[in-house]
Structures are given as C-alpha cells and as structure tokens.
C-alpha cells in the first residue's frame, strides 16, 4: 500500500523545518561568537567572515543544506522529477548519511554540546540523517537513480574534497581533526579520506539497487 502524498508532504516539512532552525540558530551563535556544532570551537579571535566561510565548509552543513533543497520541493510536489532535482536529491540523501554515520563512528566523543548546542547538533548529526533516510525509504520518489544521475551525484563530494584541501594548505584549517594535514600528515588524512570515499560509493550502490527494487513511488495521487 502507498503512503498518501499528504504523509510525504508533512515528513518533509518537518524535516525542511528541522535543518532550517538548525541552521538560522547555528549561524547566530557563530556570529554572537558561540559554539560551532560541527567543531565545538567558539570565540571572537577571528573575524566573523572567517568563522562564517568555515562553518559552511563543513561537509554537515552542505549536505543539510542539500536535504533542506532537496525536501522543500516535495513538500509542494511528492512526485518531484527533473535531472538537476536528481542529483540534489541523491547528493543529500548521501551526503547526510555520511554525515550521520562519521559523526557517530568518530566525531561524537570529541564535541561536547549543551544549551541550544546540543540542539543543533541533534538537528544536523542525528535527526536530519534518520529522517532524509527514513523519508527516502518510505515516501520516495523513485525509481530516480539512474546511470547518469549516479555519475553527476560524484561532483559535489569531489568538489568538496578538493576544496578542504586546497583551503586548507592555503589557510591552514581544515574542518575535520581526521583531515587535518598539519596534525596527522598527508599521508594518513589521504588515507582517512578514502576510507570515506569507500563509503559513499557502495551507499551510492546501495541507494541505486534499492531504488530500482523498492516498490515505485512517483504517483501523487
């Protein structure tokens, strides 16, 4: 049995909800000078310009972003098509369930939250990936994974792994302690990247095998 569209609309709306208050309360506390929920650092010792450009260099953050882009569309159209909503839609799906997954295997025990915090991390770490996934599963819309959308879905992360490594030998930070080459080499943060590249090509093979075995889910109706 389907779900009725009207379930797919409230889920992402709740979810576009979640991500969007995260956001709006994590970008006031970087200005205020406040914890960041992808890091724990806080402070006033750098410009707000600075702090800004390094909480949206977060891999968390963009890929929130991605689900927030990609779940306001289904909330107008639980049928959503179109090649560029593809690869969004694919882009946050894996983004944010490697998110989740990092987060909890590795970074969890090293950022310490409390007050509104703990709030926003809940909302990008735990809540944002169980319920991208958990609407993906249930509502859909598929089949939307094909060759090319797969191909085209590898742009982003790549984008986004050249660009952490070139900032960071300019600037020197680098938004994760895994790939932090001053602190581990390039040897091991190389390493600990493609451990996570690992990762997100066999969820990318997961996510097209059950999109094509799931039951089909693209009629509004």
Do not use: C, K
């Amino acid at each position: 049995m389907r779900p009725p569209a009207s379930w797919s609309r409230v889920w992402h709306a709740v979810l576009a909800l979640v991500v969007l208050a995260s956001l709006v309360a994590q970008v006031a506390l970087v200005v205020a000078g406040g914890g960041d929920a992808n890091s724990g650092e806080a402070g006033t010792e750098v410009p707000v310009s600075t702090r800004l450009v390094r909480l949206f260099s977060f891999f968390t953050v963009q890929s929130n972003l991605l689900v927030l882009a990609a779940a306001v569309p289904l909330v107008l159209d639980p049928a959503r098509d179109g090649r560029f909503w593809r690869v969004l839609r694919l882009d946050g799906l894996l983004g944010i369930v490697v998110t989740g997954a990092v987060f909890g295997a590795v970074l969890a025990p090293l950022v310490q939250h409390a007050g509104v915090g703990w709030w926003i991390n809940a909302g990008f770490h735990y809540v944002s990936p169980a319920m991208a996934l958990l609407g993906w599963l249930l509502f859909g819309p598929r089949p939307r994974i094909d060759g090319r959308t797969l191909a085209w879905a590898f742009a982003w992360p790549v984008g986004w792994v050249v660009y952490t490594f070139v900032r960071g030998a300019v600037v020197g930070w680098y938004p994760y302690p895994f790939l932090d080459v001053e602190a581990v080499g390039y040897a091991t943060a190389l390493r600990n990247t493609g451990f996570v590249v690992v990762l997100a090509v066999l969820l990318l093979a997961l996510f097209r095998w059950l999109d094509s075995r799931l039951p089909r889910v693209d009629d509004p109706r």
